[in-house]
């Protein structure tokens, strides 16, 4: 039975909000209308539907997606979750998504001697650790010229801008300005607005309003994370599509087989099967409910979704001893800008498989990567077409009961809260965003130029560039670990290879039989080393690309 924190069950009072009925299925015309939320405003506007084609048995018809589920369809497609929305009604949850903590960064990756820049939405942020180790968060810009802080250096503690040498620390406070006359007093004003951040269970979280005291018992907590003997894998990527995206993918189990086919020991595309969804809790601050597979007849694995961007799914598991054990599958989803997203991923247990023991954490990191990878082109794809269509996804998702419940839940779910975002996808509302996505260019620096403008499959210094659809720069720039490795592989690499060539040449020089033989068979050796190491490289920074066969 998965225990349920208090925190989590946190709720906001909500009102129904009752709309014009929509026309009646026999009188559905290209002009209906659907009525939606304007963002931050409890006012709507109208918006066009689509008309979908829909094949069946070879004829085509024009059927608007919502009626599908009055006919025979209503079997397998989700339909209205309650009798208010059959009706049209619409229920609304007072919420801004400023009052809210997000997810910032694990606090084992914050680097020690630089600062490092994040977003949240279209906040530009920047986060350092000072001298006394503790954590500060800022606004990622210089009151003086507006430079970004994040291309700064950390000096004595202090957040210094490198355009001007401007010092801040503590609360924003500007400490030292070179330019300033020794006799003048540093202006009130040069200062930068802060955020309040949090370290909990290794997390670091960041409340965004700066209207509202930070309410500290909406931080989450994670039961099992607690539990004597839980350990965790954990990684982070940036990812070059919508938080929203992200969180519809990571909530569907029945994509698995399909799209991950055999990328670990569980994922295989002949078990793809219906599935089993009860959704036992919905409340202004997300949903809950149990799944399994349809074979099984059992719904073993719980699921929990909380705003803003919070998705765990937990399993209870009894050895034939009675022992029970507990895994976590925890996704810390940011939304990082338009089309963008950080994701910190956790898997846990208390009891780790003996053979998951052999391999290092920079394996599962990797197979992590190569997942994301996996999934990228068609939800990069998705979030396309959801911004391009500019309608509901009511009216473009054919949402299955034995498959996509979660989704269906969670874009309902924004219905009701959309409106206090920056702008949404719902299920039956949407907000488009008010202005275009920012496009941030390279840095400067010809490994960065050259690689920027090549293909991300190839070319010169493509691990380097910053592009989301490249490994390195999505994890490995992330995380402490994986660069290390890195480094200790092209290390060796070098090591190696010189080692290698000396004992070929060696080997050359020499008369004795038996010397030439040692000596090649040790330079064969090296060699060896040095495949292994580039394969090792190659496997942490290198995409996955799916080679598509016959099945």
Same mark, same amino acid.
């Given at each position: 039975?998965?225990?349920?924190?208090?925190?989590?069950?946190? @709720?906001?009072?909500?009102?129904?909000?009752?709309?014009?009925?929509?026309?009646?299925?026999?009188?559905?015309?290209?002009?209906?209308?659907?009525?939606?939320?304007?963002?931050?405003?409890?006012? $709507?506007?109208?918006?066009?539907?689509?008309?979908?084609?829909?094949?069946?048995?070879?004829?085509?018809?024009?059927?608007?997606?919502?009626?599908?589920?009055?006919?025979?369809?209503?079997?397998?497609?989700?339909? *209205?979750?309650?009798?208010?929305?059959?009706?049209?009604?619409? /229920?609304?949850?007072?919420?801004?998504?400023?009052?809210?903590?997000?997810?910032?960064?694990?606090?084992?990756?914050?680097?020690?001697?630089?600062?490092?820049?994040?977003?949240?939405?279209?906040?530009?942020?920047?986060?350092?650790?000072?001298?006394?180790?503790?954590?500060?968060?800022?606004?990622?810009?210089?009151?003086?010229?507006?430079?970004?802080?994040?291309?700064?250096?950390?000096?004595?503690?202090?957040?210094?801008?490198?355009?001007?040498?401007?010092?801040?620390?503590?609360?924003?406070?500007?400490?030292?300005? *070179?330019?300033?006359?020794?006799?003048?007093?540093?202006?009130?004003?040069?200062?930068?607005?802060?955020?309040?951040?949090?370290?909990?269970?290794?997390?670091?979280?960041?409340?965004? %309003?700066?209207?509202?005291? &930070?309410?500290?018992?909406?931080?989450?907590? $994670?039961?099992?994370?607690?539990?004597?003997?839980?350990?965790?894998?954990?990684?982070?990527?940036?990812?070059?599509?919508?938080?929203?995206?992200?969180?519809?993918?990571?909530?569907?189990?029945?994509?698995?087989?399909?799209?991950?086919?055999?990328?670990?020991?569980?994922?295989?595309?002949?078990?793809?099967? *219906?599935?089993?969804?009860?959704?036992?809790?919905?409340?202004?601050?997300?949903?809950?409910?149990?799944?399994?597979?349809?074979?099984?007849?059992?719904?073993?694995? $719980?699921?929990?979704?909380?705003?803003?961007?919070?998705?765990?799914?937990?399993?209870?598991?009894?050895?034939?001893?009675?022992?029970?054990?507990?895994?976590?599958?925890?996704?810390?989803?940011? &939304?990082?800008?338009?089309?963008?997203?950080?994701?910190?991923?956790?898997?846990?247990?208390?009891?780790?498989?003996?053979?998951?023991?052999?391999?290092?954490?920079?394996?599962?990191?990797?197979?992590?990567?190569?997942?994301?990878?996996?999934?990228?082109?068609?939800?990069?794809?998705?979030?396309?077409?959801?911004?391009?269509?500019?309608? &509901?996804?009511?009216?473009?998702?054919?949402?299955?009961?034995?498959?996509?419940?979660?989704?269906?839940?969670?874009?309902?779910?924004?219905?009701?809260?959309?409106?206090?975002?920056?702008?949404?996808?719902?299920?039956? @509302?949407?907000?488009?965003?008010?202005?275009?996505?920012? /496009?941030?260019?390279?840095?400067?620096?010809?490994?960065?130029?050259?690689?920027?403008?090549?293909?991300?499959?190839?070319?010169?210094?493509?691990?380097? !560039?910053?592009?989301?659809?490249?490994?390195?720069?999505?994890?490995?720039?992330?995380?402490?670990?994986?660069?290390?490795?890195?480094?200790?592989?092209?290390?060796?690499?070098?090591?190696?290879?010189?080692?290698?060539?000396?004992?070929?040449?060696?080997?050359?020089?020499? %008369?004795?039989?038996?010397?030439? !033989?040692?000596?090649?068979?040790?330079? %064969?050796?090296?060699?060896?080393?040095?495949? !292994?190491?580039?394969?090792?490289?190659?496997?942490?920074?290198?995409?996955?690309?799916?080679?598509?066969?016959?099945?």
């Amino acid at each position: 039975m998965a225990l349920v924190n208090p925190f989590l069950l946190h @709720t906001k009072t909500s009102f129904p909000l009752h709309l014009p009925s929509p026309p009646p299925s026999n009188q559905y015309s290209p002009q209906s209308q659907l009525w939606s939320l304007s963002p931050r405003s409890h006012s $709507f506007k109208p918006l066009s539907l689509s008309i979908r084609k829909h094949v069946r048995c070879g004829a085509v018809a024009d059927i608007k997606a919502e009626n599908l589920v009055d006919g025979e369809d209503h079997k397998v497609l989700v339909g *209205p979750s309650s009798e208010a929305e059959r009706r049209g009604e619409r /229920v609304v949850a007072d919420y801004d998504w400023e009052e809210e903590w997000y997810p910032l960064y694990l606090v084992q990756n914050v680097p020690e001697d630089a600062p490092l820049g994040l977003k949240v939405f279209d906040k530009q942020l920047v986060l350092f650790k000072d001298g006394n180790d503790n954590f500060h968060c800022y606004e990622d810009r210089c009151p003086h010229r507006l430079a970004k802080l994040s291309e700064g250096q950390l000096v004595d503690g202090r957040i210094e801008c490198l355009y001007h040498g401007w010092q801040f620390e503590g609360e924003g406070k500007c400490v030292k300005i *070179p330019q300033l006359p020794a006799d003048a007093k540093i202006p009130r004003s040069a200062c930068v607005k802060t955020y309040e951040v949090r370290d909990s269970q290794g997390v670091l979280w960041v409340w965004m %309003s700066r209207k509202t005291p &930070p309410n500290v018992s909406k931080i989450p907590w $994670f039961e099992n994370f607690a539990r004597p003997g839980f350990q965790d894998v954990s990684t982070t990527h940036e990812l070059p599509y919508d938080h929203s995206i992200l969180l519809e993918n990571l909530m569907d189990p029945a994509h698995i087989p399909i799209s991950h086919d055999r990328t670990d020991w569980t994922a295989k595309r002949e078990d793809a099967q *219906p599935l089993l969804f009860e959704v036992t809790e919905r409340t202004d601050r997300g949903f809950a409910g149990w799944w399994g597979k349809e074979k099984d007849g059992s719904k073993p694995n $719980f699921l929990r979704f909380e705003a803003p961007c919070v998705l765990q799914n937990n399993r209870e598991i009894i050895g034939e001893n009675g022992e029970k054990s507990y895994f976590t599958g925890l996704f810390l989803c940011t &939304p990082t800008g338009q089309g963008k997203s950080l994701l910190i991923v956790r898997f846990g247990t208390t009891k780790r498989s003996p053979l998951a023991k052999l391999f290092p954490k920079w394996y599962f990191h990797q197979n992590a990567s190569k997942v994301f990878e996996q999934d990228m082109g068609f939800l990069s794809s998705q979030n396309e077409i959801l911004l391009k269509e500019k309608v &509901p996804t009511k009216e473009l998702y054919l949402n299955l009961k034995s498959s996509d419940t979660w989704v269906a839940e969670y874009r309902k779910w924004m219905d009701k809260v959309g409106h206090g975002m920056p702008y949404h996808f719902g299920h039956s @509302t949407i907000s488009l965003p008010k202005e275009p996505a920012v /496009v941030e260019h390279a840095p400067a620096g010809l490994v960065a130029g050259l690689s920027a403008s090549s293909p991300a499959k190839g070319g010169i210094g493509t691990m380097h !560039a910053p592009n989301l659809a490249n490994r390195y720069f999505r994890h490995v720039i992330h995380c402490k670990g994986c660069r290390s490795v890195v480094k200790a592989f092209q290390f060796w690499k070098n090591v190696l290879s010189a080692v290698a060539v000396a004992l070929a040449a060696s080997a050359i020089l020499v %008369s004795g039989r038996q010397w030439k !033989a040692l000596l090649l068979v040790s330079a %064969s050796l090296c060699s060896v080393g040095v495949f !292994a190491c580039s394969t090792a490289i190659t496997m942490n920074t290198t995409n996955f690309i799916r080679m598509h066969r016959r099945l």
